[in-house]
Structure formats: C-alpha cells, structure tokens
C-alpha cells in the first residue's frame, strides 16, 4: 500500500492548500474563517509529522513499563499550544463577524471592504475615487448620492 | 481577473511546496529535545505522561501564554461584543429533549471534565481538555433553558483566579532563587494520583481557568442580540 | 538575574486580576495597570548596568535548553523590551468605552510584547507573536465603529494567515533539525538549514512575522487599521509592535539563516515597501492614512538596512528602528486631534501652535535633516549601502533617497499649510494636554539625542554589535547536545 508518511505529509500540505484557497478565493466571511481554520489544521498536522517515526508508542509510562521506542513528546505539547490558540482566534473571529454583520446586513467582504473604505473617507471628510471593483450595491448607491 | 490571478498564485504555490516536500529528508534527524527530556523525565520531573512534563514543566511558559492567549480573547471577544440591552428579548426554551438530556449530561460531564484534569500527569489529558469538558457542562443547560442566563461575575471571578494560581505558583519558585515556573513539591511514586510535585495543582488552575473562560464565552455569544 | 521573568509575568498576573480587583474597587482598578507598568520599568532599566558586555540567559523552569525554554537577554532585546514597557505606559489607552477590558489588554500588550524580545525558543516567539495579535485585535476594536469591526476582522485574516505560515516554516525547521532553541539551531544551521527547505521556511517565518512588520506584501491592512483604530493604539502598533516583529527576524538572520538569497529577498521586499509606501503617503488626502503609509516607507528603509550583511547593517537598522520608535508614537498622539481630510488642517497653527512646531521637529527628523537623529540614522544606512558595491543594494540607496524627497514634499505640504492664513474655515480644535505633554516628551528626547549624538551613537553600536555577534549568543545559552 501507500507508504504512511507520504499520505500523511501529503495530507498535511494539501489541508494547507485547501486553506489557503479557502481564504484567497472566497467572498464569504464565514469561509474566510473556515480556510484559516483548515490551513491552522494543516500547519499543525506538519507540525507534528515533524519528528514522526513509525512504530513509535506514545511517551506514557503505563503501569510501570517504559516503552522502549518512544515518540518524540515536544510536538505533542507545542500542537496542542497551537490548537488552543487557533480556537482562541477563531471565537474572536466569529465575534467580528457578528459584529461586521450586524453593522454592515452583509457579510459579502468585497461589499463590507467598499463599504469601509467609504465610511473611512466619509469621515475623513474626503470623496472617494470611484473604482469600476465596486460591488452593484455600493456603485448604485454612489450614484444616487451623487444624483 | 482575480480569481484567474488566485489560481495562478495557488498553482504557483502548489509547485512550491512539492519542490519543498521532494527536498525533505524523512527521518533522518533525531529529535535533539525529544530524546533528551525523554531520558530525563521520569526523574526529573516525576510524571508518568511525559507530554504533560513537557506542557507543565519543561515547556510552561509556553502553556502560561497559551492561557493568557485564552483569557485575551476572551476579553477582546468580550470588548467586540459589547453589553447587552437590559430589555433584549431571550431565546424561548428548547423543547423537553434538550432539557431532559441537559440535566442528564451535567453530571456526566462534569465527572469525566474533573476526572481528565485530576489524571493529566498519568494518562493522556489534562487541563485543556478536561477544562472544554467542563465549559460544555457548563454551557448545554445554557443551551437548554436560555432564559436563565449564566453568571458572568462568577466567571470572570474564577477565571481570573485560576489564572492568578498559574503565574504565584510559578513565582513561588522565585522565593526560593530559582527560576520562573520551576517545578516545586516532592515528586513522589510515579504513577501514583499524587506525584509530580506541584504539576496537577497546575493542571487544575489550567482546567477551571479554561473552562470558565470557555463557558463565559460561549455565553457571550450566544447572548449577544439575535440580528433581525 | 531570574527576576528579569518578571517583566513577563508581573503584566500578566495583574492583568489575570485586574477584573476581580475591579469588583472590590474601581478606583484601585484605574491606577493599577500604570503602577505595575512602572514598576516593569525600573525592574527592567535596574537591569541595564548589570548587563555590560556579556549577555544572559535564563533557563526557566531551572531546565537546560534545549529541553527548556530560556530567555536571552542582551542589550538590544532589554531595550526593546523596555520600550514595550515605556511605550505602553505613555500611550496608556485613556479613550473609549469598557476602558476595564481596555487596561487589561494594554497590560497584556506590555508583558507579551517584552517577552517577545526576550525570548531565545522558536516556538515561544511564535506563541508571544500570536499573543501580541490577539491583544491587538482587541485594542484596535475598541471603538466599536462599523469601520473598525471591519478592520479588524481584516486585519485578523492577514495576520492568521502570516502565522499559520510562520508556524508552517517552524515545523519545517523542527523536521530538519530536530530542536527549537535558537542557539542549538544556530549551532546546527550551516549543516542542516542551508538548503532550499531552509531557504523556504526563512521566506514563510519572514512572510508570517513580516505582517506585522508592515512588510509587502502582507501590508495592506496598514491604512485602513490605523484609520480606524484609536490613535494611541495606532502609535503603539507603528512604534513598538512593528520593532519587535523586526526584532525577530533580524534575530533569525543573525543566528540561523545566512544564506545571501535570505539578504536578497529582504532587499527586495524593503525596496518595494519603500517604493509603495512613500508613494501611497505622498497621493495620502487625509492625516491618519498618510503618517500610516509613511510608517511602511520607514519599515521598508529599515528592511534594506538589516539586509546589509554583517554588524554594519545590524547598527543601521539599529538607528533608524529607534529613531523611528521615538516620531512615529508622537506623530499619532498629534493625529489624535488632526484626524480627517488634509484640507481640514489649514490654519492649525493657530489653535496649536506647539502641536505645529512639534509637527515641523518630528518632520524633518523623519526626511533625514542634519543635526537631527534621523539624518544620521539614514547616513548610516546610506554609507553601507554604497559600500556594499552590489547593483540592488546602490537601487535600494537611490530608493531611499527618492523616499525622503517624496517625504519632504507631503511632509511639508501638511506643515505649511498650518500657517496658512484661512478666514472661511475654522481650524482643528486644539490638542488635548496630555497627548501635547506626551508628544513633547518624546519630541524632547529626540532634541537631546540630536545634542548627544556621538556618545549614543556609541552605544548603540555596541548593542548592535553584541546582537550581531552569533558565538556569543551560541556560548552564553549554552544548550546541551545529545550524547
């Protein structure tokens, strides 16, 4: 079969991938979020796989017995580190979300980035150059405002 | 044209990485700190699951801002929120399942969460993951009956607490002119309940810190006001 | 020397405490925060005499390294962590609502940002750089401003994914080497990292601390975030959390990649950083967004100055990221006022007459004129450069140079039009007394510095070149190896 440290270096560099695809391509807040989660999942997946040998058991001392070929434990604890803080920055994340909904009725990023950018320039008190990138929404509503 | 320049950029990339992944070697390099804190462990620090000696002792400063990290977001998640109006209308209840299988699960819960955190220094597990544990015991009965709302004083109160217990156990150590965050207390029988000196003491602050923070803010956003 | 711990820890325990503290008084829970920070402070300046010539470090947790994590404490990494310190507490948040939420944040951002300097364990740095992010996020969001939510959800994107991929290049350093501790990967790096997988997790640890270093191209969060963010924040940010991202990877190009492709591709990114940079300021139509767009064009300079190889380039890093840190926090805490289209600020001088000489001072030591600081710190960099005698690095000089001409002009377009004589419109209301007192602090320390040039100019050569120096790192932390 399939020699396991390909698949599993394999499956690492393609969940990072996948992430950031997930990020670059997508439109969507919340698939933003999902992408940076995948590409933290593969990161950390490599992140672990670095000192991985097969056949090595886990670095447990069980019932007196010490297992002779042992698992490298360093990775075990720095993943687990990074798994928190990914789950720290995802909540905070959401958070933002819920708030960029709740401000903008959108959560379309190119809309909430023209949208921004022209409450940015509103308050500085400047106009905006008009760009043909925007969205129709917000095109629209420009030409309304300028009508 | 942004989406044919991403894929490029993602082709690109890709071509990149199987480059990288051709030039690895694969288990060739020994694992310098692996090995070393692999031999030294059992008499060093004297826990029976050397991933814990690494989380709590050779590595806890890692571990203490992975909890600061916690608490920031918890705060910052806090602050991005904001306060609720005092007249929001609540969530109504759910339905007798989820209630019945809420009061059921606590218990449960709460059991197996303590249960992880007491053992982390002999069996995979410890505060982290006991610690989501209880903050899911915490927050299904929120789910359940949303008009009886947690208490967030009681949270915060805890929460700040256990993490106040992390950082004066590791200056305690300083007393004594050691260094920040060294292991105290007698080690013990490895693989008793009691062994390894002060790291399940540590293990508990980390899992009530956790599951507290958790808890508190699932509950904040659950309770921020539903957009209409 | 293990009290030196205590710049981490003492924020973060009053930070852990500060909501119960604020439940028996708020008034405790005010002065709290900026008490601790004072206290960080002389700790950490009680430090400096006692460093001298050799570095420490300390093994927390009594282990050895590489089993343990141990600080490294030189000169240059005290002084930055100082200036977290300082930094913090100058630029106090004092604005906003939920201003609890905002001093445990601010004490966060002191402690962490020290312990990012401090740090001598890879993936330590990585955790203190995500715990920098997370309270950055927070702080920035504080005025709840649809703008800034979205500014911040953006901002948080970018920054994630530079730190998955920073995180990325650790594991492919920890699979080549088999450690984490700078000083063994120093040790190990000319036969272990200098390949392409090496070369490779350089670039990604460069991409992923470089967003915060305002690096291209990860840098397009700049305007908008310190548009919308509190003006304190923004200074910080610009001030302080870009050195110590910098800091890091001057750090990493010191002890363990000496390949000159890395030196290549910092030049390149630095040029293209000044080149944008100083354009976008100069086209820049209101205050904030054009001191933010001035912040990379510096950034950029710094960039090709630390890809000089050797001890030169440490020092005129060295220059211009203090120079820096000094006028950027104070052009913020100027903008506090100023904030808003450039139109507006015609006639300024009238209602802040010191604001405008500080604005004039801070100017002309940021476009390099003699005897101000910041002329020499660019001389410095422009010296090397030349002497380097290599095609990109004579580009970069000419890149530099086209900057602070650029600089001259939107700087002094901002400054002269404070005096203009306008009777239609009202000038910006005058500047609050503390950001004034703050600003002219920090406008102060840059006259006497211009006065003190020669013995600075000293020092901070010998900080730079113990920073610089690769075998005293490697001795003083003294890792074990393996059997």
Redesign the interface.
Known sequence: MLDTGLVLYSAAFGLILIGIAGIVLSAHLVRIIFGVALLEAGANLLLLLATWREGASAPIIVAGRVPEFMADPVPQALVLTAIVIGVGILALALSLALRVQRAYGTLDMHEVRQRMEQEIADQAGIDMPASSHAPAAVQAARQEGSA | MRRLSSALFLLGLGLLIAAIFKGMEFGTVAPIAGQLINSAAAEQVGAANFVTSVVLGYRGFDTLLELTILFTAATAGGLVLGKRAPNAKRDPDAGFILQAGADLLFPLLVVVGVYIILHGHLTPGGGFQGGVILASAFFIPMLARPGTPMSHTAVSTIEGLAGACFIFIGLLAMFDGEAFLTPLMDKGELGALLSAGSLPLLYLAVGLKVGSELAGLLAHLSESEAVD | M??L??LV?LP??T??????IN?VSTFAARWTGPLVLVITSAIGISFWPQLGDSAVA??????RP????TLYADKMALLFALATSIGTLLLWPSRGE?KL??S??AL?LA??GS?LALSGDL??IY??Y??V???S??LI??R????S??????Y??VS??GA??A??G???V????????LA?LSQLAPT?LN???GL?AFVLMLIGFGVKAELFPVNTWVP?VY??APTRISGLLAGVVSKLALLIIVRLLVLIFHQPEALTVMLVLGILGVVTGELAAWRA?????MIAFSSIGQLGIMFIAFSIPGEAGVFAGLAVALHHLVVKPAMFLLAERW???L??LAGAARTSPLGAALFILLALSLIGVPPLPGFWAKLLVMINLVAQENSLYMLGAWVIMGGAALEANYLFRVASSFYHRTDEQTPPAAHRPGDLATASLLGAGLVASAFLIMPLADEIEGVASQAADKNHYVQTVNP???P
Do not use: C, K
């Open positions: 293990n009290q711990a205590l820890a973060l325990i930070a852990f405490l500060l909501p119960v439940r300390i093994e927390l947790g009594g282990f590489p089993l343990g994590i939920d939420r905002q445990t944040l966060i402690g962490s312990g993936f330590n955790v203190f995500e715990l992010a997370v309270v996020y927070g969001a504080a709840s401003t649809a703008g939510f979205a500014a911040t959800v953006r948080l994107i994630s994914f998955a991929l995180l990325t650790i594991a492919l920890y699979q080549a080497t088999g450690t984490l501790n063994q272990h390949n392409l997988q490779a908008e548009a919308t139509r209101d205050f904030n967004r904030q808003g289209s139109a507006n074990e190896q393996l």
